[in-house]
């Protein structure tokens, strides 16, 4: 493995990161997001993440769309890997495909796709979709997926599925490069979809042991296939200069979290969760801490001084994780803060492993 790499959560929705009522310094803004993606950009982030959301989500009240903003993005950044969030269902695979070739010829090879199958069922009977069965909305992001890569690389693309039909579709220009494909989830049907086409698996925060179940798990999977994924971790930072000060920014914000905002996304996400074959999908064991930060980035434990935080990372990487997918609760100081402190504390590190001849 070479070294880590990183990216962050774009806040293009309002609200920020966490379910609380503390007040941050994070904007939701395109002129906010143009600067924090410079700023990530010359901080040393490789990758940003645009969320996907439609409807007011539990503070989530605006929106700006992920794709038609990643565009816009990569007009004013350079270097910086721009992942767009996509909907099956709420998206035609062939025309998103379409859509990331021009979004990777704007960019010049750097766009990169989250396949997300969903959660919020509002937001797909509110545009007047059929809400699917868990395990079938898996099924249809794998379709998804595999009639994104008929489209980039066949002449004319044919597709026979349950959810999509192509036709001797054409797409020209193919995309300047293979365009990253990073999906999530935890469940048994998300694992094996994972397995089967995806490039990337995120990870929600987790514990260490966690981690390596999940990792372990994936890659048994994709080794039948004869494939290999790349894994990703979501942790939220906290990165102050003492652990006490880190440790009491997290009690601060939970102290503060918007109870009822907390429990009506614990009773959306349940059935994510609970719903599977195997009853261990997202959220299935998130505590009411946990789910302050909507993808359990507490967990991971990226809270701490600049050093604790690196070693964690290191912790990380050891497991097999290949890149840190980090949040912040102040955009404003706190993803420059990271990439100036912690980054390099990393780079340091991996290289140390390195001439110790620690293969990672």
């Known amino acids: 493995m070479g070294n880590l790499q990183f990216a962050y959560w774009v806040p293009n929705v309002s609200g920020g990161l966490v379910v ?22 010359e901080a040393g982030f490789d990758f940003a993440l645009l969320q996907t959301r439609f409807f007011a989500s539990y503070g989530a009240e605006y929106q700006l769309e992920a794709a038609t903003l990643a565009s816009s993005l990569a007009s004013v950044t350079s270097k910086i890997k721009l992942i767009a969030a996509v909907h099956p269902g709420l998206w035609h ?3 998103y495909a379409k859509m990331l070739a021009t979004l990777d010829h704007i960019s010049n090879g750097r766009a990169a796709v989250n396949v997300v199958s969903g959660w919020f069922k509002g937001e797909f009977t509110g545009y007047g979709e059929p809400w699917l069965e868990h395990d079938e909305r898996y099924r249809r992001s794998e379709e998804f997926i595999r009639v994104l890569r008929s489209m980039w690389t066949e002449e004319e693309a044919i597709f026979r599925g349950d959810f999509y039909r192509i036709n001797g579709a054409p797409l020209k220009p193919k995309p300047v490069q293979h365009i990253p494909i ?15 086409v995806s490039d990337w698996y995120f990870m929600n925060g987790n514990t260490l ?12 999977l994709a080794k039948a296939e004869d494939r290999t994924v790349n894994y990703a971790a979501n942790g939220f930072a906290i990165v102050r200069d003492t652990e006490n000060e880190a440790l009491q920014t997290l009690r601060d914000i939970v102290s503060n979290a918007d109870v009822e905002a907390v429990e009506g996304f614990r009773q959306s996400v349940k059935e994510a969760g609970q719903s599977t074959r195997d009853h261990d999908g997202m959220w299935a064991n998130s505590t009411f801490e946990d789910l302050v930060q909507y993808n359990d980035g507490f967990k991971t434990g990226l809270i701490g001084t600049p050093e604790q935080v690196a070693d964690r990372i290191i912790e990380l990487k050891k497991l097999g994780v290949g890149l840190i997918l980090t949040g912040f609760f102040h955009y404003e100081t706190d993803l420059k803060a990271f990439g100036e402190k912690v980054i390099p504390l990393v780079r340091e590190k991996e290289q140390r492993l390195k001439e110790k001849g620690v293969t990672v």
């Not at 007040?23 to 997001?33: C, L």
């Not at 990073?182 to 089967?196: C, D, H, L, P, W």
């Open 20 to 41: 609380s009522k503390l007040s941050q310094q994070t904007d939701w803004t395109f002129e906010a997001n143009k600067r924090y993606a410079q700023i990530a950009e």
């Open 93 to 95: 695979p062939g025309v």
């Open 182 to 196: 990073f999906q999530g989830g935890n469940s048994k049907a998300a694992r094996e979809m994972a397995a089967r």
């Open 209 to 220: 042991d966690g981690f390596k179940e999940q990792i372990e798990g994936v890659r048994s």
